[in-house]
């Protein structure tokens, strides 16, 4: 079983929608979470991160269960632009906290 | 502008060759990184720095070799060992290692012929 786990997609939904993806991971000794968006052959850039209150930044919206160890991602009112892929990554408490571990990715599709 | 500069943006190596990938940044992070992303899949960690001199291995480190010499260069090595080397090369930057979000270059792309 991968550390962190991404139901890769491809996700295909019409402009408007509202989308939400997830990431389990299994090392509970986990602190930090981010999401980050890729677009085909470019760089990541980071998205936001994920608090356990959770925290919301315009259409997006990032939980974090720790009971259930998921992070989620909520897009609300789809954008054209927002197809991407949607990485998480996961970075361990401590001495091995350089160590971070990426998801392989969900694949959004908006379409008109 | 800071940033994270990585060259060259494409790389072909022969076979048996060793080659370096350059990481330069002006962003004053202390911990820089080198993921290896091979098509439809996600980042693998190479190697790891949290500050200068010292540096750690990531998940993937056989046949690749790392400096840090300056705290703004972070260059990369792909040795003739590594025997699946085609891949986007990316590095990353970040403040420390724990609680802060990752700056990443716009990535090499490798290509063996």
């Known amino acids: 079983r991968k550390e962190v786990e991404q139901d890769p997609g491809p996700f295909n939904v019409p402009e408007g929608a509202t989308v939400a993806f997830n990431c389990t991971y299994s090392?509970?000794?986990?602190?930090?979470f981010f999401w980050y968006r890729q677009d085909c052959r470019k760089e990541p850039k980071l998205l936001m991160s994920?608090?356990?209150s959770g925290n919301e930044d315009g259409r997006f919206t990032a939980q974090l269960n720790r009971a259930s160890q998921y992070i989620s991602l909520l897009i609300r009112d789809s954008k054209l632009s927002d197809s991407a892929t949607y990485l998480c990554?996961?970075?361990?408490?401590?001495?091995?906290?350089?160590?971070?571990?990426f998801g392989d990715g969900t694949t959004l599709t908006v379409k008109p | 502008d800071g940033g994270i500069t990585q060259s060259p943006k494409y790389l072909f190596r022969k076979e048996g060759q060793n080659v370096t990938l350059s990481c330069e940044q002006n962003?004053?992070?202390?911990?820089m990184y080198w993921y290896r992303q091979d098509p439809g899949q996600g980042l693998r960690l190479i190697y790891y720095?949290?500050?200068?001199?010292?540096?750690q291995k990531g998940d993937i480190a056989e046949g690749y070799s790392v400096s840090r010499e300056k705290k703004e260069s972070f260059p990369l090595t792909v040795t003739s060992a590594q025997k699946n080397p085609t891949a986007f090369y990316l590095c990353?930057?970040?403040?420390?290692?724990?609680?802060?979000?990752?700056?990443f270059g716009s990535g090499t792309r490798l290509t063996v012929v």
């Open positions: 962003l004053n992070h202390d911990a």
């Open positions: 994920v608090y356990s």
């Open positions: 990554v996961v970075i361990p408490f401590g001495t091995n906290a350089g160590k971070s571990t």
């Open positions: 090392n509970s000794a986990s602190q930090s």
């Open positions: 990353a930057s970040s403040m420390g290692t724990q609680n802060y979000g990752y700056t």
């Open positions: 720095s949290q500050i200068v001199n010292d540096f």
